[in-house]
């Protein structure tokens, strides 16, 4: 079992930053797959990054260049560091860790980009 808690959330201005942490508990939190989803109002919930065991990214199209997923470990955490945010980021951000049949999700945290 893996259960994780998102946080970093919050509002802020077009062209602003903020770091989303995703902290896991559990057993073996390093050998899971973890994405970054986001979801607006209204719409469907879309895949905006994730990060393999081995450290591999890969990056929606919407957001290469400004976002980078990271993860430490040794803090069984996963970090989305979001750079020159637009008011078309704005959504609940879920963290999910899978592996083989293992999928868990977190509760998720707002953000809010705008002026």
């Known amino acids: 079992q893996v259960q994780l808690v998102e946080s970093g959330g919050g509002l802020v201005r077009p062209g602003g930053s903020l770091r989303l942490s995703c902290a896991a508990s559990?057993?073996?939190?390093?050998?899971?797959?973890v994405g970054w989803y986001r979801q607006a109002p209204g719409k469907q919930r879309e895949l905006v990054a994730t990060i393999t065991s081995g450290i591999g990214t890969n990056y929606a199209d919407s957001v290469k260049g400004r976002f980078t997923i990271s993860r430490d470990n040794a803090k069984n955490t996963v970090y989305l560091q979001m750079n020159s945010l637009k008011p078309d980021d704005t959504g609940v951000y879920y963290c999910n860790a899978y592996r083989s049949l293992s999928d868990y999700w977190g509760q998720g945290t707002q953000v809010t980009v705008s002026s």
């Open positions: 559990g057993s073996s939190f390093t050998i899971y797959n």
